[in-house]
C-alpha cells in the first residue's frame, strides 16, 4: 500500500514568489493534516481537514498561506507571496480520524526562500 | 495551549539501552506516542500507550508513562546502529490538537 505521497521533495524560490505543495494521503484517510517543521523543531499543526472541511486552521497565517482539499482526497497549500521566514520544511500526515489518532507522515517538502 | 518538552540530545554506546525522556503539562491525553523521524524522511510512528496504562513493551520498545509527574520515557534495549534518529513524543488531549516535542537527536557510538 502506498503511503502519504508528497511533491515537491526540494523547492528553492527567492521572497515574495508564490509556491505551492501538493498532497496524496493513504487511501480511506479522511483526516489530512498539513505541518510545518522549522528546524531542530517539532512539527507543527498548520490546518486539519476532515475531508473536505477544514475544522481547525487557527495555525495557518491565513494573509499569506492558503490551502484546499478538493474532492475530500489530495489537498495542495499555497504561500504567497513567501518570507524568508517560511523556510522549512512542509509534512503532510493523513489518519483514519478517530479517536487514536495514528498519523502517517509524507517525506515532506524543505522549501528554502532566499 | 500543551507544553511538550525533551532533552535535545542523547549519544548512547552500540548494544547499550537508551532512553529517551518526555515531559508535558496536559494529563488529559488518551494516548501518547512516540515517533522517530531519520533524516530526510517524514515521522513514523513507533508506539503509543494509553493513559490508564503504566507500561507498554513492543519488542525492543518500552514505553514507560508516570501521569503524577507527567513524564514518558521510551526506552531501547540494544541499542543498533539503525536507531540513529530524532524521536518525538507526543500528546492528544481531548479536543486538542496533537502537540510534538522539540525532539531528541540519538547519535550511537560504535
Known amino acids: 500500500e502506498a503511503g502519504v505521497v508528497q511533491s515537491p521533495r526540494y523547492k528553492i524560490i527567492e521572497k515574495k514568489q508564490p509556491v505551492a505543495f501538493w498532497c496524496n494521503p493513504i487511501s480511506g484517510h479522511n483526516t489530512l493534516y498539513w505541518y510545518r517543521q522549522n528546524l531542530g523543531q517539532g512539527p507543527e499543526l498548520l490546518i486539519r481537514y476532515e475531508n473536505e472541511e477544514a475544522v481547525d486552521d487557527s495555525q495557518l497565517p491565513k494573509d499569506r498561506f492558503s490551502a484546499e482539499r478538493l474532492k475530500g482526497v489530495d489537498s495542495t497549500l499555497k504561500i504567497q507571496p513567501a518570507e524568508l521566514g517560511d523556510s522549512a520544511v512542509y509534512l503532510c500526515?493523513?489518519?483514519?480520524?478517530?479517536?487514536?489518532?495514528?498519523?502517517?507522515f509524507g517525506s515532506g517538502t524543505q522549501l528554502s526562500v532566499l | 495551549g500543551e507544553d511538550v518538552e525533551q532533552s535535545l540530545f542523547l549519544s548512547v554506546r552500540e548494544g547499550d539501552s537508551s532512553v529517551i525522556n518526555c515531559t508535558y503539562t496536559?494529563?488529559?491525553?488518551?494516548?501518547l506516542y512516540w515517533y522517530k523521524q531519520e533524516p530526510g524522511a517524514g515521522l513514523q510512528l513507533l508506539t503509543y500507550i494509553f493513559s490508564n496504562m503504566d507500561m507498554k513493551q513492543d519488542q525492543r520498545l518500552t514505553v514507560l508513562l508516570n501521569k503524577k509527574d507527567k513524564h514518558l520515557s521510551l526506552r531501547i534495549a540494544d541499542t543498533q546502529t539503525g536507531d540513529s534518529a530524532i524521536y518525538f513524543c507526543a500528546v492528544n488531549p481531548p479536543s486538542e490538537k496533537l502537540t510534538f516535542g522539540t525532539g531528541t537527536r540519538l547519535t550511537i557510538i560504535p
Open positions: 496536559d494529563s488529559s491525553s488518551t494516548y
Open positions: 500526515a493523513s489518519s483514519l480520524g478517530q479517536i487514536n489518532e495514528k498519523l502517517f
